[in-house]
Protein backbone atom coordinates (compact mmCIF):
# COMPACT_ATOMS: atom_id res chain seq x y z
CA UNK A 1 0.00 0.00 0.00
CA UNK A 2 0.99 3.59 -1.30
CA UNK A 3 0.36 6.71 0.04
CA UNK A 4 0.04 9.09 -2.14
CA UNK A 5 -3.29 11.34 -3.37
CA UNK A 6 -4.85 8.88 -5.97
CA UNK A 7 -6.70 10.44 -9.44
CA UNK A 8 -9.17 7.32 -9.31
CA UNK A 9 -10.20 7.31 -6.55
CA UNK A 10 -10.92 10.97 -7.15
CA UNK A 11 -13.16 10.31 -10.16
CA UNK A 12 -14.82 7.21 -8.50
CA UNK A 13 -15.84 9.56 -5.60
CA UNK A 14 -17.40 12.07 -8.13
CA UNK A 15 -18.85 9.25 -10.12
CA UNK A 16 -20.80 8.30 -7.08
CA UNK A 17 -21.48 11.80 -5.37
CA UNK A 18 -23.03 13.99 -8.00
CA UNK A 19 -25.58 11.58 -9.16
CA UNK A 20 -26.33 11.73 -5.39
CA UNK A 21 -26.17 15.17 -4.53
CA UNK A 22 -29.03 15.68 -7.98
CA UNK A 23 -30.89 12.84 -6.07
CA UNK A 24 -31.08 14.88 -2.62
CA UNK A 25 -33.36 17.63 -4.90
CA UNK A 26 -35.15 14.68 -6.47
CA UNK A 27 -36.25 11.86 -3.66
CA UNK A 28 -38.73 9.51 -4.39
CA UNK A 29 -42.46 10.60 -3.30
CA UNK A 30 -42.41 8.76 0.57
CA UNK A 31 -39.18 8.24 1.00
CA UNK A 32 -38.89 10.63 4.16
CA UNK A 33 -41.62 7.75 5.48
CA UNK A 34 -39.26 5.11 5.12
CA UNK A 35 -36.16 6.87 6.43
CA UNK A 36 -37.45 6.61 9.74
CA UNK A 37 -37.84 3.01 10.41
CA UNK A 38 -34.30 2.47 8.79
CA UNK A 39 -32.47 -0.53 11.38
CA UNK A 40 -29.84 1.74 13.27
CA UNK A 41 -27.07 -0.52 13.29
CA UNK A 42 -27.02 -0.91 9.46
CA UNK A 43 -26.99 3.22 9.50
CA UNK A 44 -24.01 3.41 11.85
CA UNK A 45 -21.76 0.30 9.13
CA UNK A 46 -23.09 2.35 6.38
CA UNK A 47 -21.73 5.85 7.91
CA UNK A 48 -18.53 4.07 9.77
CA UNK A 49 -18.16 2.58 5.88
CA UNK A 50 -18.97 5.73 3.82
CA UNK A 51 -16.30 7.57 5.55
CA UNK A 52 -13.52 5.11 5.81
CA UNK A 53 -14.07 4.49 1.83
CA UNK A 54 -13.77 8.27 1.02
CA UNK A 55 -10.84 8.37 2.27
CA UNK A 56 -9.16 5.34 1.62
CA UNK A 57 -10.05 5.86 -1.68
CA UNK A 58 -8.15 9.07 -2.31
CA UNK A 59 -5.03 8.82 0.26
CA UNK A 60 -3.61 5.59 -1.39
CA UNK A 61 -1.81 5.85 -4.65
CA UNK A 62 -2.29 2.19 -5.54
CA UNK A 63 -5.54 2.89 -7.49
CA UNK A 64 -4.05 5.29 -9.96
CA UNK A 65 -3.41 3.78 -13.80
CA UNK A 66 0.04 2.11 -14.08
CA UNK A 67 0.94 0.18 -16.91
CA UNK A 68 -1.78 -1.72 -18.58
CA UNK A 69 -1.06 -5.80 -17.82
CA UNK A 70 -4.19 -8.32 -17.43
CA UNK A 71 -4.15 -7.02 -13.79
CA UNK A 72 -5.85 -3.98 -15.52
CA UNK A 73 -8.87 -5.75 -16.30
CA UNK A 74 -10.02 -5.47 -13.25
CA UNK A 75 -9.81 -1.90 -12.81
CA UNK A 76 -11.67 -2.35 -16.15
CA UNK A 77 -14.56 -4.45 -14.67
CA UNK A 78 -14.62 -2.12 -11.76
CA UNK A 79 -15.15 0.99 -14.20
CA UNK A 80 -17.91 -0.74 -15.92
CA UNK A 81 -20.33 -1.21 -12.56
CA UNK A 82 -19.65 2.14 -12.23
CA UNK A 83 -20.82 2.91 -15.90
CA UNK A 84 -23.91 0.83 -15.03
CA UNK A 85 -24.56 2.76 -12.30
CA UNK A 86 -24.35 6.40 -14.13
CA UNK A 87 -27.08 4.56 -16.33
CA UNK A 88 -29.02 3.54 -13.45
CA UNK A 89 -29.38 6.63 -12.11
CA UNK A 90 -30.20 8.63 -15.67
CA UNK A 91 -32.80 6.01 -15.70
CA UNK A 92 -34.07 6.86 -12.34
CA UNK A 93 -34.14 10.41 -13.16
CA UNK A 94 -36.55 10.06 -15.82
CA UNK A 95 -38.57 8.25 -14.00
CA UNK A 96 -41.59 8.94 -12.34
CA UNK A 97 -39.45 8.91 -9.25
CA UNK A 98 -41.11 6.41 -6.66
CA UNK A 99 -39.69 4.39 -4.07
CA UNK A 100 -40.32 1.72 -6.62
CA UNK A 101 -38.16 3.41 -9.18
CA UNK A 102 -35.05 4.14 -6.38
CA UNK A 103 -34.95 0.64 -5.33
CA UNK A 104 -35.08 -1.15 -8.71
CA UNK A 105 -33.05 -3.60 -10.05
CA UNK A 106 -31.13 -2.51 -13.32
CA UNK A 107 -30.43 -5.48 -15.98
CA UNK A 108 -30.92 -7.98 -13.55
CA UNK A 109 -28.93 -6.21 -10.85
CA UNK A 110 -30.76 -6.61 -7.60
CA UNK A 111 -30.76 -2.81 -5.84
CA UNK A 112 -28.81 -1.38 -8.66
CA UNK A 113 -28.29 1.75 -6.45
CA UNK A 114 -27.02 -0.20 -3.46
CA UNK A 115 -25.17 -2.63 -5.00
CA UNK A 116 -23.19 -1.40 -8.22
CA UNK A 117 -20.99 1.64 -5.97
CA UNK A 118 -20.16 -1.49 -3.72
CA UNK A 119 -19.14 -3.90 -5.86
CA UNK A 120 -17.00 -1.38 -7.94
CA UNK A 121 -15.34 0.34 -4.96
CA UNK A 122 -14.69 -3.51 -3.99
CA UNK A 123 -13.18 -4.27 -7.32
CA UNK A 124 -11.01 -1.54 -6.97
CA UNK A 125 -9.46 -2.32 -3.62
CA UNK A 126 -8.63 -5.52 -5.76
CA UNK A 127 -6.86 -3.96 -8.42
CA UNK A 128 -5.42 -1.75 -5.94
CA UNK A 129 -4.45 -4.87 -3.75
CA UNK A 130 -5.64 -2.30 -0.71
CA UNK A 131 -7.00 -4.97 2.25
CA UNK A 132 -8.04 -1.53 4.27
CA UNK A 133 -10.58 -0.10 0.82
CA UNK A 134 -11.94 -3.84 0.52
CA UNK A 135 -12.67 -3.96 4.49
CA UNK A 136 -14.09 -0.55 4.29
CA UNK A 137 -16.26 -1.54 1.15
CA UNK A 138 -17.46 -4.69 3.26
CA UNK A 139 -18.51 -2.44 6.36
CA UNK A 140 -20.15 -0.11 3.85
CA UNK A 141 -21.71 -3.14 1.83
CA UNK A 142 -23.28 -4.71 4.93
CA UNK A 143 -24.97 -0.88 6.07
CA UNK A 144 -25.70 0.47 2.49
CA UNK A 145 -27.08 -2.63 0.69
CA UNK A 146 -28.51 -3.87 3.99
CA UNK A 147 -30.94 -0.29 4.13
CA UNK A 148 -31.92 -0.45 0.57
CA UNK A 149 -33.01 -4.37 0.68
CA UNK A 150 -35.52 -2.92 3.67
CA UNK A 151 -36.80 -0.38 2.54
CA UNK A 152 -37.15 -2.29 -1.26
CA UNK A 153 -39.03 -5.13 1.28
CA UNK A 154 -41.03 -2.77 2.99
CA UNK A 155 -42.21 -1.49 -0.45
CA UNK A 156 -43.08 -5.19 -1.58
CA UNK A 157 -45.15 -5.30 1.60
Known sequence: MNFGFSYMGLLYLLMLFVPNILW??????DYDKYVVQENRILAVFERIGEALVCTVALIFSDFNIGSIRPWSL???????????????????FRSEKRMQDFYS????????GATLPVAAFFLLGI????????MAV?????????????HAREIRQ
Do not use: C, D, M, Q
Open 105 to 112: SLWGIPLA
Open 74 to 92: VLTASFALLILYEIYWIRY
Open 138 to 150: VILGIGHIGIHAG
Open 127 to 134: YGRNPLLI
Open 24 to 29: AKHKPV
